[in-house]
């Protein structure tokens, strides 16, 4: 309780601190500027941003494209060094960075830790990544008398496109993994969340990463388009929305020039299925944590839970018990459950979906939302009843959770109905029968499957995340094929059976 208050003293310190986001290189021309309000109480400016004019877009790229071949140079250990450097700064930074997931995001205190615990995670492996891919080359076999050496490199320039769901961590994730491959990165975070990063760039270049390297551009859309379709680009690295990833695709394919990588992390429309052979109070704190921790507003989030008909009235009875006492409020209480979402179009949009499923006679309960939320973004946490997830046809990004039934015997359409929806990302899986587990196993699209917990909270390394289809891209997030996939390959064959080198040019 001591470390707990004097924490909080610590970020009531930071509370009135202005902050501001602007390009790493910013010219003299009048930029657009945004003020960033509190999702919790739109009144209160925690900073400024001043978004990327085109001409310093085109001057970003420039300076990283000049600057990238001696980024490359320098190695995967060096590389690996500065990106611990920055992971080092992150941590002694701690207390500003959980200050900004709350006054920028509306993160709970709880969300605002492992948030800082996954940039730093991301930092570190990479940089082992780094230092694993980078040093030398791979030897493959070959005939006798040949060399054939695979080395990998930098592509060029990588541009990374993040979101505000993970305003630190899948910010500075993908651009580190661009910087371990030996690339230089202009970063465009969430229009929302500019600060954070802003914070995060600042620190990698007093590790020593320099600042052409690494720039931040920020701005919105207009901004992300400007970076995509420059021919200069020789990758982009992209998590949010499923039609933003369509966006971008397009706008890759379109341009002149050399092909471009793209890896994208979207959306999905997760399912859980529970069978009567689960356990009622493991299967309850699971579904509220994944449908409800960061107010559902994470990619991995359940939205849609299967219940085996048998169980299901009393399944229910005690998820929504649990749900009954959630807290919602303001996420700077410590006691805090659930806070608001990003912004007033994420709260209009959510609003406009429970308010289209009571019209149609859904059974709906719903949270009322405590006196003093009216300021900020909140969104009431709700459950509906549906017959299929195919009633579900986007996703809905806040905390709205989604209930079915199904019958024994309707176990294998209930999965055939959850992989039409096209999306791959997160399943979950509540049995205790091997046989169940193996068939949604075998059976199931998705890219992270979890049995008998929650599935949010993938951790780097060890979950390594991500989906295919409307999904995205893969490969995943904190696994070992991610960090190769932002670099170029060469093959160098040698035949070494020929007379030593000079003896045989002045011979010829
Ligand atoms: C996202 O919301 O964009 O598994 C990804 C999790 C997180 C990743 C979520 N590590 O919940």
């Known amino acids: 309780p001591l470390v707990r208050e004097q924490l909080l003293e610590r970020l009531a310190a930071l509370e009135s601190k202005h902050w501001h986001a602007e ?25 400024t941003r001043r978004d990327c004019t085109p001409e310093e877009v085109e001057a970003a790229i420039g300076q990283a494209l000049l600057i990238q071949p001696g980024w490359n140079r320098l190695g995967g250990e060096k590389r690996a060094l500065l990106l611990e450097a920055a992971a080092d700064l992150f941590e002694e930074h701690t207390d500003e960075f959980l200050s900004l997931c709350r006054r920028e995001a509306g993160k709970t205190l709880l969300d605002a830790v492992l948030e800082l615990r996954e940039a730093v995670d991301f930092l570190r492996y990479y940089a082992a990544e780094a230092r694993r891919l980078f040093s030398a080359p791979l030897m493959l076999p070959g005939p006798t008398g040949e060399e054939n050496r695979l080395s990998l490199a930098g592509r060029g320039v990588f541009a990374t496109i993040s979101p505000w769901n993970f305003p630190l961590a899948i910010f500075i994730g993908p651009a580190a993994a661009a910087l371990a491959a030996g690339n230089t990165v202009v970063a465009k975070p969430a ?33 992300g388009q400007m970076i995509t379709s420059d021919p200069r680009i020789a990758g982009v690295a992209f998590t949010g929305s499923t039609e933003t990833a369509q966006a971008i695709n397009r706008s ?15 959306g999905g429309q997760n399912a ?68 608001p979402v990003i912004d007033p179009d994420a709260k209009a949009a959510l609003d406009r979906h429970v308010a289209r499923r009571k019209k149609n006679g859904r059974t709906v309960w719903q949270r009322k939302l405590p006196k003093g939320t009216g300021a900020g973004c909140f969104v009431a946490p709700t459950i509906i009843e549906l017959d299929s997830i195919l009633d579900l046809k986007r996703e809905n990004f806040g905390p709205v959770l989604h209930v079915a039934r199904f019958k024994a015997d309707q176990l ?84 070494t059976t020929a007379a030593g080198g000079n003896a045989s040019l002045l011979a010829s």
């Open 191 to 223: 229009e929302q969340t500019p600060l954070i990063a802003a914070l995060a760039v600042k620190l990698c270049h007093e590790a020593g990463i320099p600042e052409a390297v690494f720039q931040l551009l920020p701005g919105a859309g207009d901004v």
């Open 412 to 495: 294998e359409r209930v999965v055939d109905d959850i992989n039409a929806t096209g999306y791959g990302l997160t399943l979950g899986l509540h049995s205790r029968i091997d046989a169940v587990r193996e068939l949604v196993e075998a059976k199931a699209r998705v890219g992270n499957f979890y049995v008998n917990r929650n599935q949010i909270g993938a951790v780097v390394e060890s979950q390594p995340f991500g989906g295919d289809g409307l999904s995205g891209t893969g490969p995943k997030a904190g696994g070992p094929h991610y960090v190769a996939r932002f670099a170029s390959e060469r093959v160098v064959s040698i035949d």
């Open 252 to 266: 890759l394919a379109s341009r002149e020039g050399p092909i471009a990588t793209f890896i994208a992390e979207t």
């Open 23 to 47: 390009p790493t290189f910013r010219s003299d021309a009048e930029g657009e500027t945004a003020p960033i309000t509190q999702p919790q109480d739109l009144s209160a400016e925690v900073g």
């Open 272 to 339: 859980m299925i529970v069978d009567s052979s689960a356990l009622p109070e493991q299967v309850t704190r699971d579904v509220v944590s994944s449908a409800f921790q960061s107010a559902g507003q994470r990619c991995s989030a359940l939205r849609m839970l299967y219940l085996q008909d048998d169980v299901a009235d009393e399944m229910l009875a005690m998820i929504r018990g649990a749900f009954e006492v959630l807290e919602i409020g303001d996420p700077a209480e410590l006691t805090t459950d659930v806070g």
